[in-house]
């Protein structure tokens, strides 16, 4: 399978998968979504950051229990705390954002139990590179919430997941830097 095609497929995916054009749209709330990641130093430390930019649509009907997800992730937006490694980070030594700015996430299958979004599986695009991931629901609802005079349905939740970061190509200064990397995802999306 080509990469081309791998990076084709979750939006492929989206338009086959049945029910999904009776699903409300909700778009991903900038200021409510983040991803927090960690990956060990030395197996001493946790070294921990954070991407604060996030872009993308949620398909989701409740009824059907059927979902998809098209998320973008700009990498160029990492923060650790620490500038020098930012820098690093964003080199070609790790996620090369000069080449790959953007890491893709595409999912057109929600998995429930009973009526708990239990997880949601898809393909993570990093680093040019698509492998399966499953991100695990830690929290997930929908509400009514007020905007002022205006009443908006939202939909959110936490997800966490643990990528093996060798699995996209990104070797250097293993073992040292560890090759598990934990993501924490924070996602609020309006129904549009």
């Known amino acids: 399978m ?4 791998r990076m084709l497929l979750p939006l492929l995916c989206l338009c086959a998968w049945p029910g999904i054009g009776r699903a409300a749209e909700y778009a991903i709330d900038a200021s ?4 927090h990641f960690a990956v060990y130093h030395y197996d001493i430390s946790l070294v921990r950051g954070r991407i604060g930019k996030l872009a993308g649509v949620v398909q989701f009907d409740p009824d059907l229990k059927t979902g998809a997800v098209d998320l973008r992730i700009d990498l160029d937006a990492l923060d650790t705390g620490n500038r020098t490694l930012d820098q690093i980070l964003r080199s070609d030594q790790y996620l ?3 080449q790959f700015g953007d890491a893709r996430f595409g999912s057109s299958r929600f998995v429930f139990a009973g009526e708990t979004l239990a997880a949601i599986e898809g393909t993570l695009v990093l680093h040019g ?3 399966p991931v ?3 629901a830690r929290r997930f ?6 905007f002022g005079l205006l009443s908006r349905h939202v939909c959110g939740g936490e997800f966490e997941t643990t990528i093996r970061r060798s699995d996209f190509g990104m070797t250097r200064f293993l073992p040292d830097v560890g090759d598990d990397v934990d993501l924490a ?3 609020e999306a309006t129904k549009q």
């Open 185 to 187: 995802i924070s996602v």
């Open 96 to 98: 090369d954002t000069a």
């Open 134 to 136: 499953r991100l695990a």
């Open 129 to 131: 590179i698509a492998r």
């Open 2 to 5: 080509t990469d081309r095609f």
């Open 141 to 146: 609802t929908c509400k009514d919430v007020r």
């Open 32 to 35: 409510h979504a983040s991803i």
